[in-house]
């Protein structure tokens, strides 16, 4: 069993920075995928950002690219996503999630466990 649990969330102005960080349980952190996703309000949840198990392969969306980093420490059984130049259109609810399969992915069905997600919100 894997449980995950976000934290770092919190009110930032437009410009900002952030970062988040999920700590995972269990003893396969480092050999599996993790990903971010976050899901603003009436919207539907949507990937942010992918990373292999050996950190050797990062994955992005669009919308993000260039302005967020995920990163892991397997030591820490922790992964990040660092989020800068933030925008408005960032507020979400931002979940990590844990994929039991290979290379980085961008489906929420390739993801078998959740964390509870963390409020990050950008004003203006």
């Known amino acids: 069993q894997v449980q995950l649990v976000e934290s770092g969330g919190g009110l930032v102005q437009a410009g900002g920075s952030l970062r988040l960080s999920c700590a995972a349980s269990?003893?396969?952190?480092?050999?599996?995928?993790m990903g971010w996703f976050r899901q603003a309000p009436g919207k539907e949840r949507e990937f942010v950002a992918s990373?292999?198990?050996?950190?050797?392969?990062?994955y992005y969306a669009d919308s993000v690219k260039g302005r967020f980093t995920i990163s892991r420490d397997n030591a820490r059984n922790t992964v990040y996503l660092q989020m800068n130049s933030l925008k408005l259109e960032d507020t979400a609810i931002y979940y990590c999630?844990?994929?039991?399969?290979?290379?980085?992915?961008?489906?929420?069905?390739?993801?078998?466990?959740w964390g509870q997600g963390t409020q990050v919100t950008v004003s203006s």
């Open positions: 269990g003893h396969f952190f480092n050999s599996f995928t």
């Open positions: 990373i292999s198990r050996n950190d050797d392969n990062t």
């Open positions: 999630a844990f994929s039991v399969w290979p290379g980085v992915r961008s489906t929420e069905s390739s993801y078998g466990y």
